[in-house]
């Protein structure tokens, strides 16, 4: 209960106070700091701990997806946006957060709205505003890398900004090894009901993450498809797939 009264009020400060924060010149670096706070908050009240390898750059990362852990534990290390789907926008309760956050939307299924959305992504990245995206184009149940979209890595490639690649790996659940049997408590994946889920979160003791950060892929002279295989290869060298 202590936990749920913790959350509802850092989700309400967040709510009130990113708006506020908005305002004027720097309001939207403002904004981006508050969410790595709010994030650091969050994580030390769910007891999420988040183990860093190698050295985050500033750019535009891509990571696998398995949990809404993810975006917390990314945002909680240093600003930044994230990109996702238009459908995301509407989740109840979750499609505010991302609002707020600034998060880019993309349109899935119309192409004339896509370029649209990833000419604003451009124009945002020659910003230096370090993006972050997931090309597998949703979450997934950790038992394999799925393969990677390369339409966003266009936007990438025509701003000339660097791809850092990062892999998630979620370690322990409340002090047990992640396996078949537990990791459906965190990873959210199928027909899951995104509300219970995250619920069950709440009532987690600890969860223990590594977010694996790979060199920069440098993209001057490579199409989006090489990028994205490139930035695949890179996570699946440090991807652990959940079989036991």
Known sequence: MKKRILMMGLILAYIISTPLLSFGARGSER????GTRFC???????????????????????????SYIDILSILSLFPCRFVTFTEMAHTIGV?????????LFVHRSRPSLVRKDIAHLESELVKGIPFV???????????????????????????????????????????EPVTLKNRDQIFYHGEMNLVRQLIGILNLRSVTVEAVFSPIIEVSGKSRKEVAQLSREEIAQNFAAVSI
């Open 95 to 103: 499609g505010l957060i991302t609002k707020l956050s600034q998060t």
């Open 31 to 34: 904004v981006t700091r508050n």
């Open 133 to 175: 995206f997931f090309p597998e184009g949703g979450s997934f149940d950790g038992s394999a890398l799925q393969p990677f979209k390369s339409s966003l890595f266009e936007s990438a490639i025509k701003t000339e900004t660097p791809i850092q690649p990062v892999c998630l790996r979620y370690i322990e659940i409340n002090g």
């Open 40 to 66: 650091r908050w969050v994580l030390n009240v769910l007891g999420i701990k988040v183990i860093v390898r190698g050295s985050p750059k500033r750019g535009m990362l891509v990571a696998n997806h398995q």
